[in-house]
């Protein structure tokens, strides 16, 4: 037994989803990413005398459909807070926050680990805050400077009760999070951005202790990936202190993705530090249940949903349906597949091959696909009619559907000369033909060597180039292979 079984982790999150309004979360002024610095600010967001702000009605829909997403309680009274820090680039001096009253308290989400099992993911709270903005200290060698564009930028708060054991539980939470908010359509996720960013609470205790061991928070974790090596690190940094009689310090740390070590970076805040009051600018935001009941009716399918759909309704496998729903615009371009075809399997099999390796091939999303669902259906009636076959589906028409996306496929079937022949007398003449070129492996055939079925079929299939009925292929091969 080592050291590090001795102990266990207690973690905790806290994710910062930057909603993708079109204004700022208390002014109209404009919340987007890449503009020149400091272009899309004002005297209010820069918290000028006589300014006041007004909550940004857009973020209080984000907040509810999040909020029902993650199983939450949506509070009817919410009032607003000032937390006050200085920090040279949040302008007013202090941030407008929720502090004793979160739109949405409770909640989950639940996560699949790799050994198969599902483990729930309690949540605290889910509040709206303003963003503050950035501080850039790599692009002048001799000053920081300041870019004040994402101050007031919409933000809501997730964090999590301490259920996390490790980094790999952590990044698997992390991505279901994502999935979530891009669903929803309340922000990109984009971690290098900065519109999805995670900072984790990280301590250690023996297994039979009976307090929690001093949490450590660690920011600046630019990816998934970082956040579990930046855990995974502070665990182990924290036992082998702890081993050498170590005590560990309530700090904020930050984290070296170079070397994959955490680094101190101040002593850890307390909640009086920030000296909250209430906003004495904003009303409370009254959210009715009528409110919540409008915005549950337009709510689009989760993952979750889908994937029960998929696997119970549809009877394909876990690993085919987590494909289809890795991504909002594919899932839902499936879904529109499956409303014109009951060929469930096929459809996913073209949507997981024929149509991502185009999209990968020519770097495009789906939206970018020209090809409508009603379209892909209408290839896989010609192959389940035996009009075509697969193979000659995906290596013949559906490149030339490509060229001619709106182009009906039985058009470019016929175009080409693809339609199979049913024909059995000129398929007959195929499998003599196919036969007289190996008549030494007829002989081994009957002998045992049944896997030279195979040999036969192909030469039918190349001879009849490609429109000879495979399965009566086969069937005539053998026929005449066992006279």
């Not at 409370?284 to 029960?308: C, G, R, T």
């Not at 060597?449 to 292929?473: H, Q, S, T």
């Amino acid at each position: 037994m080592s050291i590090y079984d001795k102990y266990k982790a207690v973690i905790g999150l806290e994710c910062h989803i930057q909603l993708s309004t079109k204004t700022k979360m208390y002014s109209n002024d404009i919340a987007e990413y890449g503009a020149l610095p400091n272009s899309n600010i004002s005297v209010i967001t820069l918290g000028h005398p006589g300014t006041l702000p007004k909550v940004n009605k857009k973020a209080i829909e984000y907040a509810v459909k999040l909020g029902l997403a993650m199983n939450c309680e949506i509070r009817e009274e919410n009032q607003f807070a000032r937390k006050n820090y200085f920090y040279a680039d949040l302008p007013k001096g202090y941030q407008i926050t929720q502090d004793k009253t979160p739109i949405c308290n409770g909640g989950w989400v639940d996560i699949k680990l790799k050994d198969g099992s599902i483990k729930k993911i309690n949540l605290t709270r889910i509040h709206m805050e303003e963003d503050a903005g950035k501080s850039l200290h790599d692009a002048d060698p001799f000053e920081t400077l300041i870019d004040l564009n994402r101050a007031g930028t919409p933000l809501l708060e997730i964090v999590t009760e301490p259920d996390f054991t490790g980094g790999e539980d952590a990044y698997i939470y992390l991505n279901e999070v994502r999935k979530l908010v891009r669903y929803l359509d309340i922000c990109d996720g984009n971690m290098e951005e900065g519109s999805l960013r995670c900072d984790a609470n990280i301590s250690v205790m023996l297994l039979d202790a009976k307090e929690y061991g001093k949490k450590v928070e660690v920011k600046n974790m630019n990816s998934f990936r970082n956040v579990q090596r930046a855990i995974d690190f502070e665990i182990k940094r924290q036992i082998d202190l702890l081993e050498v009689g170590g005590e560990i310090a309530g700090e904020t740390r930050s984290f070296d993705a170079s070397n994959g070590s955490t680094f101190s970076l101040r002593s850890k805040e307390n909640a009086n530090d920030y000296r909250y009051f209430p906003e004495p600018d904003l009303q409370p935001v009254i959210v009715k249940q009528n409110y919540i009941d409008s915005i549950k009716a337009i709510m689009p399918e989760l993952p979750s949903d889908l994937l029960l759909r998929y696997t119970k309704e549809f009877g394909l496998s876990e690993y085919d349906a987590n494909n289809l729903i890795e991504t909002k615009a594919i899932a839902f371009y499936f879904n529109e597949l499956v409303s014109f075809t009951k060929n469930h399997k096929a459809a996913a099999n073209w949507m997981m091959g024929s149509i991502k390796s185009y999209l990968n091939e020519n770097a495009i999303t789906i939206d970018k696909f020209k090809v409508l669902p009603k379209t892909i259906a209408e290839i896989i009636s010609l192959i389940d009619e035996g009009k075509i076959s697969n193979a000659v589906a995906t290596q013949k028409l559906f490149p030339e559907l490509m060229q001619n996306p709106t182009e009906a496929p039985l058009s470019i079937a016929q175009r080409l000369d693809i339609i199979q022949s049913n024909d059995t007398g000129a398929l007959q003449e195929l499998v003599d033909q196919a036969l007289a070129k190996y008549p030494e492996k007829i002989s081994e055939y009957k002998s045992g060597k049944v896997n030279l079925l195979g040999l036969f079929v192909g030469e039918v299939m190349k001879l009849g180039k490609g429109k000879a009925d495979p399965k009566m292929a086969n069937q005539l091969v053998k026929e005449a292979l066992e006279k």
